[in-house]
T-cell receptor, first 112, second 115 residues
Framework: DGGITQSPKYLFRKEGQNVTLSCEQNLNHDAMYWYRQDPGQGLRLIYY???????QKGDIAEGYSVSREKKESFPLTVTSAQKNPTAFYLCASSISANYGYTFGSGTRLTVV | AQSVTQLGSHVSVSEGALVLLRCNYSSSVPPYLFWYVQYPNQGLQLLLK??????LVKGINGFEAEFKKSETSFHLTKPSAHMSDAAEYFCAVSWLSGGYQKVTFGTGTKLQVIP
């Protein structure tokens, strides 16, 4: 079955570390997205990519970086510059935003 | 930018009762509207979407939503709540901006179903 796989499900980061969250899809979708979810704040867009080798900053891109070298993969790096990284991170893909998103099951990142 | 307002961060209903989750949007152009459901520690799943084909949209799990342009609303309903409906529900709006399709999510409504 087609879908989106996020890994790991849980991730712990020490202060000053960079960590990378994986997102892989086999839906043949062109567009991919990263969202951050905090309690009571809904979903906030970090980065999005409409096509391979191209990506755009979302509303809260500071302290994050992405790459899109393959259509299937859109990894997110949480850098040490992100001062409050503890959150639930969701990756999504779509044919077009008008069709709706398919979401992965999320990665919960905790700073220790 | 477009916005979405979900009235009530928590809603409680009895099992078998009507479910009504409210969503209002701001949009100067016809929007695309969506409802998603999220179970604990999982991603979001698309329940239904409005794309201007019909004002009453039927989705999965017995949910439906009605687009009312005059009220700028897209409320989600289900005639009879089931225990398995307990989850968080998000309304979202999609619109074109700067050549890109943007999506804004509401802050979510947690639905509790009381046996």
């Amino acid at each position: 079955d087609g879908g989106i796989t996020q890994s790991p499900k849980y991730l712990f980061r020490k202060e000053g570390q960079n960590v990378t969250l994986s997102c892989e899809q086999n839906l043949n979708h062109d567009a991919m997205y990263w969202y951050r979810q905090d309690p009571g704040q809904g979903l906030r867009l970090i980065y999005y990519s409409q096509i391979v080798n191209d990506f755009q900053k979302g509303d809260i891109a500071e302290g994050y970086s992405v790459s899109r070298e393959k259509k299937e993969s859109f990894p997110l790096t949480v850098t040490s510059a992100q001062k409050n990284p503890t959150a639930f991170y969701l990756c999504a893909s779509s044919i077009s935003a008008n069709y709706g998103y398919t979401f992965g099951s999320g990665t919960r990142l905790t700073v220790v | 930018a477009q916005s979405v307002t979900q009235l009530g961060s928590h809603v409680s209903v009895s099992e078998g009762a009507l479910v009504l989750l409210r969503c209002n949007y701001s949009s100067s152009v016809p929007p695309y509207l969506f409802w998603y459901v999220q179970y604990p520690n999982q991603g979001l799943q698309l329940l239904l979407k409005y794309t201007s084909a019909a004002t009453l949209v039927k989705g999965i799990n017995g949910f439906e939503a009605e687009f009312k342009k005059s009220e700028t609303s897209f409320h989600l309903t289900k005639p009879s709540a089931h225990m398995s409906d307990a989850a968080e529900y998000f309304c979202a709006v999609s619109w074109l901006s700067g050549g890109y399709q943007k999506v804004t999510f509401g802050t979510g409504t947690k639905l509790q179903v009381i046996p």
